[in-house]
């Protein structure tokens, strides 16, 4: 796999024999052929693991016209908007969260430049926000997007109902056996693993993923994380001090408390459907959306 802003074009021989065990097979569908190294788009960039400034240290983040949410709150926001005053349904939230986070990664990291895109989806909401970028992603014109999706979820159909979206996506998208990531390009990472519910250590195979998608080592590509890194604690942060470091956040609703205390490359707000009562109700503060854009920059 090579990334837009590492030192070589594939992940180093670590990378690739820790990978090749810690991922169970997905089914997937096949293209003919074979994708062949290209000249690689190299610009000297700054990596997440340099992007972020943890509070406490000389230059924490000003955010004082944006409202940051707990977990609890969250998870409220959720709640009231799909019960009986606001209508909203689960597919509906996932599929303006999934657009969001689509829009996010072409503003970050556009095909012209970053053509090919490996999505490591959860098997929870998070999970799903992912499949549904995947399936948006390529409308907007990624040549090659990759969906390892390792614990399918058979909560709600709509993961189901997902899954079979991308199938039939055509050749853009598709699910990918460990080998065949490790015998492709990636330009860019979307960490779909865990969102704001999450809570306790993550299991495997997502442990591993995790450790090696981390491990500046490895040269991983450039990462994206949706709502929060994979693994982090939502209100809290990087509490060990040594997790995922994505170069891009996207928060979904609003930022979430651990984003007051670190600073990215990249954050986005994504979720241009809050009702203004809701709103009003929270208190909420957030970055203006422009025109007809489903993204709002925070920085």
Partial sequence: MRATCVRSSVFSSAFVAALRQS?????????????????????????????????????????????????????????????????????????????SVAAATFEAYP????????????????????????????????????????????????????????ETSGDAVQFVHVDEVLQKTTDVVIDAMFGFSFSGEPRAPFDEILALIKDPANEPPPTLSIDVPSGWDVDQG??????LRPETLVSLTAPKLFAKHYKFKNHFVGGRFLPPKLVAEYGLTLPKYKNAEQIARVY
């Avoid at 000297?44 to 409202?67: S, Y």
């Avoid at 990087?238 to 997790?243: M, P």
């Fill in 238 to 243: 990087d509490t060990t001090g040594s997790g």
């Fill in 111 to 166: 095909p012209t430049t970053h053509p090919s895109v490996l999505i490591i989806a959860g098997p929870g909401n998070n999970g799903g926000d992912g499949l549904v970028a995947a399936r948006h992603l390529a409308h907007f014109g990624y040549q090659d997007v990759q969906v390892c999706y390792p614990k399918r979820s058979a909560r709600e159909p709509i993961y189901g109902n997902l899954v079979k979206q991308l």
């Fill in 23 to 99: 991922v169970t097979a997905a089914p997937r569908t096949r293209r003919s052929g074979h994708i062949t190294h290209r000249n690689g788009f190299h610009t000297k960039c700054d990596r997440g693991i340099h992007q972020v400034a943890m509070a406490g240290e000389k230059d924490p983040l000003p955010v004082p016209t944006t409202t940051h949410i707990s977990a609890k709150q969250a998870a409220e926001i959720d709640v009231k908007l799909m019960g009986p005053e606001y209508g909203f349904t689960l597919d509906q939230l996932m599929e303006l969260a999934g657009l």
